[in-house]
């Protein structure tokens, strides 16, 4: 009786314990962690782009122009 009761009682554990270090669902808080990446990039663009007057909407040449200019920095 006692060793039927320690049996089921570490069967018990050890399936809790396999419970427990599962890795369901991590795919899904990895890809959660990219999108919010690649929003907070894209807030930071259009917050650089607003600082700009631009003329006409063009965004596009307002981008390549900051970015000429901070190579030219590095070199």
């Not at 427990?20 to 894209?42: D, F, S």
């Not at 007057?53 to 901070?70: C, E, F, N, S, Y």
């Amino acid at each position: 009786m006692t060793y039927r009761l320690m049996g089921r009682a570490h069967a018990w554990l050890t399936g809790l314990r396999e419970v427990l270090a599962a890795q369901r669902g991590q795919g899904t808080v990895e890809y959660v962690a990219l999108i919010l990446l690649v929003a907070v990039v894209l807030a930071g663009v259009i917050a650089a782009t607003k600082k700009t007057q631009i003329g006409g909407g063009d965004i596009g040449k307002a981008i390549v122009d900051r970015l000429r200019d901070a190579i030219d920095k590095v070199q």
